[in-house]
């Protein structure tokens, strides 16, 4: 599966972005997909993931009550709403991909990668 995230940019701190991420392929909907973000000088971090039909959810504690992740299997889209951002949000943004059941908050798990998109959060 290919994965194309979009909808990243510049955002006051307090204010809102929803993140897509297209796949590509006629099997999404049997894939775990995944939230990951990287700032300057950090490591990968896990953001959210969410299991094949949506029903299970995992947050980083970091996150927990202000983004949102969920998909539509019909328009082969995993999105990640954030809300109340935060100068420390800041990050590339990566969403990932597996095919296991598990909904794992370990990168090692996920298979495809896309490419990133920038969230800069000014205070």
């Known amino acids: 599966v290919q994965l194309q995230a979009s909808g990243g940019g510049l955002v006051q701190a307090g204010g809102s972005l929803r993140l897509s991420c297209a796949a590509s392929?006629?099997?999404?909907?049997?894939?775990?997909m995944g939230w990951f973000r990287q700032a300057p000088g950090k490591e990968r971090e896990f953001v959210a993931a969410?299991?094949?039909?949506?029903?299970?959810?995992y947050y980083a504690d970091s996150v927990k009550g202000r983004f949102t992740i969920s998909r539509d299997n019909a328009k082969n889209t995993v999105y990640l709403q954030m809300n109340s951002l935060k100068s420390e949000d800041t990050a590339v943004y990566y969403c990932?991909?597996?095919?296991?059941?598990?909904?794992?908050?370990?990168?090692?798990?996920?298979?495809?990668w896309g490419q990133g998109t920038q969230v800069t959060v000014s205070s």
């Open positions: 969410i299991s094949w039909g949506g029903d299970m959810k």
């Open positions: 990932a991909a597996h095919r296991k059941l598990r909904v794992a908050p370990e990168s090692w798990e996920y298979d495809y």
């Open positions: 392929g006629r099997t999404f909907s049997s894939y775990t």
